[in-house]
């Protein structure tokens, strides 16, 4: 925790932003880390999601109480470097129509079999919704307040990034990428991948909701 606030902070003098830290339904001593480390960065705050209802929630909770007109959210684990927000938003910041542009992260640094998965999940997800659509879990998104208000039904599990880029593809926007460097998780465990098992369960939720998604918007013209 203290890691991510103190690398934040190397941006406070350049950048006027807002760090917002969601606690999803913790269960350690999460709440009380975060209250003694906070003190310490006036930049930050945190958002309270009393029970953990899944990934895209805690996202989503964080994104609707965030007070700027640019939002962004990456992972809170330090597997992307809290700069790649900084260097997403100049890439926004610097774009040819920046109120219809989504700018995201593109992995490297990864494994074959990691990046497999990856390509095969851009494909497939370009098949469907008939629009290019790569490395979707790729962090950090960086987008206009704008497009929040296009994420009516979303999903609160681990799709809500799919479901982010076919939003926002379906009202027009650009998705643009900057390179970021895809770090081994410092800290915990990953609540999806833990086993191969638990990989390809998810792998195979990703797909029917996929179907799913796109039926929904056939069926809403």
Same mark, same amino acid.
């Given at each position: 925790m203290q890691e991510i606030l103190s690398q934040f902070a190397n941006f406070k003098d350049k950048r006027d932003f807002e760090l917002i830290l969601v606690n999803n339904g913790s269960t350690d001593n999460t709440a009380q880390v975060l209250t003694n480390e906070l003190s310490k960065y006036s930049f930050a705050r945190t958002v309270l999601v009393?029970?953990?209802?899944?990934?895209?929630?805690?996202?989503?909770?964080? =994104?609707?109480?965030?007070?700027?007109?640019?939002l962004a959210f990456t992972h809170g684990d330090l597997q992307t470097p809290p700069a790649d927000v900084f260097l997403s938003f100049e890439k926004w910041q610097n774009s040819q129509y920046p109120k219809r542009t989504l700018v995201k992260g593109k992995r490297t640094g990864r494994g074959l079999q990691a990046n497999l998965i990856t390509f095969f999940m851009g494909i497939l997800a370009t098949l469907i919704f008939q629009k290019k659509l790569f490395d979707i879990n790729g962090q950090p998104k960086v987008f206009p307040r704008t497009l929040l208000?296009? =994420?009516?039904?979303?999903?609160?599990?681990?799709?809500?990034?799919?479901f982010l880029l076919v939003k926002a593809k379906q009202a027009g926007f650009a998705i643009t990428t900057i390179p970021v460097v895809f770090n081994k998780r410092p800290h915990g465990k990953s609540h999806w991948s833990f086993s191969i098992f638990s990989k390809y369960k998810t792998i195979l939720k990703m797909i029917l909701y996929m179907f799913r998604l796109r039926y929904d918007s056939c069926e809403g013209g």
């Amino acid at each position: 925790m203290q890691e991510i606030l103190s690398q934040f902070a190397n941006f406070k003098d350049k950048r006027d932003f807002e760090l917002i830290l969601v606690n999803n339904g913790s269960t350690d001593n999460t709440a009380q880390v975060l209250t003694n480390e906070l003190s310490k960065y006036s930049f930050a705050r945190t958002v309270l999601v009393a029970q953990n209802q899944g990934y895209g929630h805690g996202v989503m909770q964080g =994104l609707q109480q965030a007070k700027g007109e640019i939002l962004a959210f990456t992972h809170g684990d330090l597997q992307t470097p809290p700069a790649d927000v900084f260097l997403s938003f100049e890439k926004w910041q610097n774009s040819q129509y920046p109120k219809r542009t989504l700018v995201k992260g593109k992995r490297t640094g990864r494994g074959l079999q990691a990046n497999l998965i990856t390509f095969f999940m851009g494909i497939l997800a370009t098949l469907i919704f008939q629009k290019k659509l790569f490395d979707i879990n790729g962090q950090p998104k960086v987008f206009p307040r704008t497009l929040l208000e296009k =994420l009516k039904n979303y999903p609160k599990t681990f799709e809500f990034d799919l479901f982010l880029l076919v939003k926002a593809k379906q009202a027009g926007f650009a998705i643009t990428t900057i390179p970021v460097v895809f770090n081994k998780r410092p800290h915990g465990k990953s609540h999806w991948s833990f086993s191969i098992f638990s990989k390809y369960k998810t792998i195979l939720k990703m797909i029917l909701y996929m179907f799913r998604l796109r039926y929904d918007s056939c069926e809403g013209g």
